[in-house]
Antibody, heavy 122, light 108 residues
Framework: QVQLQESGPGVVKPSETLSLTCTVSGGSINSFSYYWGWIRQPPGKGLEWIGDIYYNGGTSYNPSLKSRVTISVDTSKNHFSLQLTSVTAADTAVYYC??????????????WGQGTLVSVSS | EIVLTQSPATLSVSPGERATLSCRASQSVSSNLAWYQQKLGQAPRLLISGASTRATGIPARFSGTGSGTEFTLTISSLQSEDFAVYYCQQYDYWPPYTFGQGTKLQIK
C-alpha cells in the first residue's frame, strides 16, 4: 500500500525558510485521484491543515498561512515539498504529509506519514 | 472557516466500558466528517469517514453517527489499545480543512 515519508532539517533558524520533502512509495504521485498535502501539529496541540497539491501542480492553501507557503511536486521523483518562509517559534511543530482523494465529499486524509519534528531556534 | 468543538476535552473510562465522544460544527457540514485516532508519538490514523463509515481494518466497536452540526464517535467496549487522542475533521467547506481540538481518552 501507499506509504509517505517526510524528510528535512530538524532545526530552522528564525526568519529563515523551512523546507521539507515527502516521498511517496507503493504508488504513483502522478494520479488524478489524489491530492498530496501537509498538516502540522505544535507540541501538545491540535492539527492544522497547511495545504496540498495535485499532480499537475494545482494547489490549495490555508488562508492563514498562504502568504508564507509554497507546495511543489516532482512527479519524476515521486515526491512533493513544502516551503514555509519567515519562520518563528510559532512554526515549531511536527509536520505530517498525507494524501486525500480528489473526489468531492471524499476529502479525508489517509494515509499519513510518520511526521517530522521541526524546531525553530537560533 | 468552520470551527469544530470537541467535548469533553478529557474522558476517563474503564476498560470494557463504552466511550462517547462529541464533535460539534459551527455550521452544517452535512456528513462530511472524519474521525482520527492518535496515539502518543504516532501520526493520526483514519477511523471513520462520511460520519459513519469505518475505514479499512477498523474494528466494529468503533461507530460514528450524526449529520449537520452534531456528531458522535462511540467505542462500545474499550480495549487497552483504544486509549488515545481522538480528532474530528470536516471536509465540507474548504479551504481550510479544519480539525477539532481533540478529546483525550484515558484509563479510569
Amino acid at each position: 500500500q501507499v506509504q509517505l515519508q517526510e524528510s528535512g532539517p530538524g532545526v530552522v533558524k528564525p526568519s529563515e525558510t523551512l523546507s521539507l520533502t515527502c516521498t511517496v512509495s507503493g504508488g504513483s504521485i502522478n494520479s488524478f485521484s489524489y491530492y498530496w498535502g501537509w498538516i502540522r501539529q505544535p507540541p501538545g496541540k491540535g492539527l492544522e491543515w497547511i495545504g496540498d497539491i495535485y499532480y499537475n501542480g494545482g494547489t490549495s492553501y490555508n488562508p492563514s498561512l498562504k502568504s508564507r507557503v509554497t507546495i511543489s511536486v516532482d512527479t519524476s521523483k515521486n515526491h512533493f515539498s513544502l516551503q514555509l518562509t519567515s519562520v518563528t517559534a510559532a512554526d515549531t511543530a511536527v509536520y505530517y504529509c498525507a494524501r486525500r482523494s480528489s473526489a468531492v465529499d471524499y476529502n479525508w486524509f489517509d494515509p499519513w506519514g510518520q511526521g517530522t519534528l521541526v524546531s525553530v531556534s537560533s | 472557516e468552520i470551527v469544530l468543538t470537541q467535548s469533553p476535552a478529557t474522558l476517563s473510562v474503564s476498560p470494557g466500558e463504552r466511550a462517547t465522544l462529541s464533535c460539534r460544527a459551527s455550521q452544517s457540514v452535512s456528513s462530511n466528517l472524519a474521525w482520527y485516532q492518535q496515539k502518543l508519538g504516532q501520526a493520526p490514523r483514519l477511523l471513520i469517514s462520511g460520519a459513519s463509515t469505518r475505514a479499512t481494518g477498523i474494528p466494529a466497536r468503533f461507530s460514528g453517527t450524526g449529520s449537520g452540526t452534531e456528531f458522535t464517535l462511540t467505542i462500545s467496549s474499550l480495549q487497552s489499545e483504544d486509549f488515545a487522542v481522538y480528532y474530528c475533521q470536516q471536509y465540507d467547506y474548504w479551504p481550510p480543512y479544519t480539525f477539532g481540538q481533540g478529546t483525550k481518552l484515558q484509563i479510569k
